[in-house]
């Protein structure tokens, strides 16, 4: 039977009861490169890139991909080549666009807990932008710089304290969260950066949380920032050259219903002018919507076990492949690759080989299959990968990227003895 929705993947379709991504048959990379593996299409990847860059158009603007939601070097090397800049949160997450071909001066360091060697090795970089997350990196950021005879770029995340309505432990910009400084000490903190020797303000910055579905919280936002960036100018203490506004667009999941980046943006847009403001240079940081949808988690069918309560499917994937379901009960639709219904149909719980009752990867699913049938995760392109682990010593997946009828292997499985690479046994008692 055919799953009447295959939410939010646009390049994924069945042909002939068989699933594909682009032109590729699913099953036939499945069987090429074994399971668990993640299968991206780059169309998917650049129809999203496109429908910011229309809400842009004739703009200046800077998308920095937020390279957390999943920073595959190709991945990375795709956006760069097509004019991206990159969000990243760690010294890794440089080395890795560097080594993607990534401009660095298109690179903005966001994060509450950047250590002094991060701070030279992006400095070294030239960055465009550090996102200071508190006073007290204000001042180790000047040091450092200082000491390195520079002035480090930086814009103010501000916390603006509106509720992006989404889950708890994806919601950045209320109060009680760890991120940004407070709207109230906003002020004050722009006056002590522009005291200090080591930085040179080029502009403000906020993100209200993730995998947000509504306008208002942004709207919200952004009547914040401004009223911030008027009261900065208006009291000398700096221009604001850009206003960097953050990530967060949701995608659709299960049925949910995001605005449009392009319609979103034309809205914020129309406020950024009505304010005066729409001449600035903007920055955004867009993650998951760039590339959620644009991938699939292909896995096998290992065991059907029929309980007194519950069915389950046991898979070859698991909560360190796919860590979503197991960390925030996220829903990720779960289809056959092969429609042509062979078993009967009944509801199971599709869960890992992992020993913790938490490995889950989907609850009271429909679904009409064997062992031994190849089953997709859907909308597994961001911050499933990029967060995956070797818990219980399992291997990485391998990861292929999908261009029409052409396929990449973009990651190797990783290999058992990759994983214990580091590790050294205790010597010998002499
Ligand atoms: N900018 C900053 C400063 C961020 O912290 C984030 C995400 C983004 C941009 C990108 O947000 P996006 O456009 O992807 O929503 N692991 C969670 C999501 C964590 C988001 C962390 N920060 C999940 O799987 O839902």
Known sequence: MIPSVLPGQPQLHYRDQALYLEDRRLSDLAREHGTPLYVYSQASMLQALAAYQRGFAGRRVQICYAMKANSSLAVLQLFAQNGCGFDIVSGGELQRVLAAGGDPAKVIFSGVGKSRAEMRQALEAGIGCFNVESEAELEVLSEVAQAMGLRAPISIRVNPNVDAKTHPYISTGLKGNK?????????????????????????????????????????????????????????????????????????????????????????????????????????????????????????????????????????????????????YQAYHAIVPLDAAAKAPEQVYDVVGPICESGDWLGKDRSLAVAAGDMLAVLSTGAYCSSMGSTYNTRARPAEVLVDGAQAHLIRAREGISDIFRCERLIPPKP
């Open 179 to 327: 991120f940004g400084i407070a709207h109230e000490r906003t002020l004050d903190t722009y006056r002590r950066a522009a005291q200090l020797p080591g930085l040179r303000i080029v502009g403000i910055d906020c993100h209200i949380g993730s995998q947000i579905t509504e306008e208002t919280p942004y709207l919200d936002a952004m009547d914040r920032l401004l009223d911030l960036v008027q009261a900065i100018e208006a009291a000398g203490i700096a221009t604001i050259h850009h206003i960097d506004f953050g990530g967060g667009l949701g995608i659709d999941y299960n049925g949910d219903t995001p605005p449009a980046a392009d319609a979103l943006w034309s809205r914020l847009l129309a406020k950024l002018d009505a304010r005066g403001y729409g001449d600035r240079l903007l920055m955004i940081e867009p993650g998951r919507s760039l590339v959620g949808n644009a991938g699939v988690c292909l896995t096998e069918v290992l065991y059907l076990k029929p309980g007194e309560q519950k069915n389950f499917c046991v898979v070859d994937a698991a909560m360190n492949d796919l860590p979503r379901p197991a960390m």
